[in-house]
């Protein structure tokens, strides 16, 4: 049963929310989105996993206070353009390179001469099916991270 709410009670339920809560609805500077994040970190841990919890909500409308204010960041948006510029395969080695302290000869069983890891790098040439194949059994990965899926979607 639903109880009947006074509109004049949930309006100043609400100012009170968004005066309490301002810098993180309307995230103006560094700190404001650190703490946006921060709170959002802190709701993910508190809400139950199911489609009416009501921080579900509240995490929804800072979620998007967060894009908006990220939308108004040049290094945000830049990284993100070069990120999503770069082609999955060419992402994943240089994560790999990074997260395994590699060098481009360390590559040499599975792709082979450093010249051709340089160029797949670079965007040159393509890894092939046996490249995949390779890299994904020596580093315990799925295939299907080469490939960016994006691409692949309608």
């Known amino acids: 049963m639903m109880l009947a709410l006074k509109p004049e009670t949930l ?21 404001d989105y650190q703490d946006a994040l921060a709170t959002i970190e802190h709701l993910f841990s508190e809400a139950n996993d199911t489609t009416n919890d009501p921080l579900n909500d509240l995490i929804e409308i800072i979620s998007r206070a967060i894009e908006k204010y990220e939308l ?36 040499k069983m599975e792709i082979g001469s450093k010249s051709l890891v340089s160029m797949i790098l670079n965007g040159k040439r393509n ?28």
């Open 11 to 31: 309006t100043n339920s609400f100012l009170g929310f968004a005066s309490e809560a301002s810098n993180i609805l309307h995230i103006k500077t560094e700190k």
């Open 72 to 107: 108004g960041q040049e290094e945000i948006v830049s990284f993100d353009q070069q990120a999503n510029s770069k082609s999955q395969e060419i992402s994943v080695i240089k994560v790999l390179m990074s997260q395994h302290n590699l060098t481009l000869a360390d590559f």
């Open 127 to 154: 890894l092939t099916k046996e490249h995949i194949a390779k890299l994904s059994s020596k580093f315990n990965l799925d295939p299907a991270l080469f490939f960016n899926l994006n691409l692949l979607k309608l």
